[in-house]
């Protein structure tokens, strides 16, 4: 799903790069690969392009990582339907929050 993306500065993706230890697996997780292992930690590379689907945070062993779909719009749906509406031609519906 390279190349879609929601609204810029819209995604609650927190990284505490103190707790981080550097296990990579969000980089195994995440399925925009916005993650890098820079010096032992992980790094967010497009923050703009998470789609708030919780999966590094539900796999980081030290809570290292915060996702809050709650806080905000939590639009994996939004990406996932346009991406649809692209494939299909269609118009998109938004995201229905």
Known sequence: M???RYLD????????????IGCGNCLEVCPH??????DGKARITDGNACMECG???RNCPV???FVNPD???GCAHYI????????????SNGCGC
């Open 9 to 20: 500065d819209t995604a609650i993706l927190r990284l505490d790069a103190e707790k981080c």
């Open 63 to 65: 809570e290292a990582l």
């Open 55 to 57: 999966a590094c945070a």
């Open 33 to 38: 690969r916005l993650f890098t292992l820079n």
């Open 2 to 4: 390279q190349g879609y």
């Open 71 to 73: 806080d905000g719009c």
């Open 80 to 91: 996932i339907n346009s991406w649809l509406a692209r494939v299909l031609n269609k118009q």
